[in-house]
């Protein structure tokens, strides 16, 4: 039930307030840190409420991050937006399969290795946001703030 009403929330109310004011790069970035925060929330809770409560956290992150992202590819895309939304999400797809056998396998070492591991990754993606954007939003940048040669 939080995941429903935690993702439907963000959906309805904040994708697109968010994504106007801070625009879909730092909705990107503050979504991956927040889930990367979101999971270690998630080892630390231990009691009924706190993991409710992390988990609506964590899942509201996620909501946040898909809608900007797609948004980002159809806009940047050079290959045209259907192949590019394509692409997208057959790599989607791909961590749909790969995600779960890898959190089975180290789940059964350690049981917050999953936790811990999904935290590794996307915080490893915001650090990779940083350097790639911040190019991009400098390359954008230079580009408006050329004269039109008309």
């Known amino acids: 039930m939080?995941?429903?009403i935690a993702s439907t929330a963000g959906k309805a109310a904040l994708t697109g307030p968010t994504t106007r004011r801070w625009?879909?790069?730092a909705v990107i970035k503050g979504s991956l840190l927040a889930g990367s925060v979101g999971f270690i929330v998630l080892v630390w809770a231990n009691s009924y409420p706190t993991i409710l409560l992390a988990t609506g956290f964590f899942i509201l992150s996620k909501t946040l991050l898909r809608p900007a992202a797609f948004s980002l590819i159809s806009k940047q895309s050079?290959?045209?937006q259907g192949t590019a939304m394509?692409?997208?999400n057959s790599f989607?797809?791909?961590?749909?399969?790969?995600?779960?056998?890898?959190a089975g396998y180290i789940f059964v070492v350690n049981i917050n290795y999953p936790y811990l591991s999904g935290s590794a990754l996307m915080f490893i993606a915001f650090l990779l946001s940083l350097a790639w954007m911040k190019s991009e939003a400098s390359e954008t940048s230079e580009i408006q703030s050329q004269p039109a040669t008309d």
């Open 86 to 88: 394509g692409l997208s």
């Open 78 to 80: 050079t290959l045209g």
């Open 2 to 4: 939080v995941v429903a």
């Open 23 to 25: 625009g879909e790069i």
């Open 92 to 102: 989607m797809s791909l961590g749909r399969i790969a995600g779960p056998i890898w």
